[in-house]
């Protein structure tokens, strides 16, 4: 193994390059998924919002109207679901690939050169807000939905 003169290996330099690299792609992700939700969530709404303006012009029965926007509020439920997952499994290789890294840090430099990330610091993490947005809009568009839309389809 060749080492540079700090006493580290090609092998550490590396792998370190690599961790920093997926730490980067961990938090380009979020905004990926992040971004396809809202585009999907605004073609979901934006449907429900169309058919309930105008399914008596369509000729639309009134059960089947409330049948297809309960049936968009499911699908937007199962985007929301699917989003949450994707952005928590993300943060869960960020935090393994963040506690790599402080101990490959940590074996090189000095002990207690770089602290590993805390679960308890989860308020910290942009994520969590992106997740809690994610499920107060949803949990508002059922509200909406079931206290004002499907009352006023007759």
């Given amino acids: 193994m060749v080492e ?12 370190y390059k ?18 396809v939700y809202q585009s999907l969530a605004t073609l979901i709404v934006g449907g429900g919002i169309t058919l309930f303006v105008s399914y008596r012009k369509w000729e639309i029965p ?4 409330k049948s297809g926007l309960l049936a968009l509020g499911w699908l937007l439920c199962l985007v929301a679901l699917f989003t949450i997952l994707m952005i928590g499994a993300n943060m869960a290789s960020w935090y393994d690939y963040r506690k790599e890294e402080c101990s ?18 989860f308020y910290r993490w942009h994520e969590t807000y992106i ?24």
């Fill in 104 to 121: 490959l840090v940590n074996s090189v430099v000095d002990v207690n050169f770089r602290k590993a990330p805390r679960l308890a610091n």
């Fill in 62 to 65: 009134a059960d089947v109207a």
């Fill in 131 to 154: 997740i809690v947005f994610i499920v107060v809009s949803n949990a508002l568009l059922w509200l909406l939905l079931q206290q004002y839309v499907l009352p006023n389809i007759v």
């Fill in 18 to 35: 690599y961790i920093l690299q997926q730490l980067g792609a961990s938090n380009e992700n979020v905004h990926r998924f992040l971004a």
């Fill in 4 to 15: 540079d003169k700090l006493g580290r290996s090609d092998f550490e330099v590396e792998r």
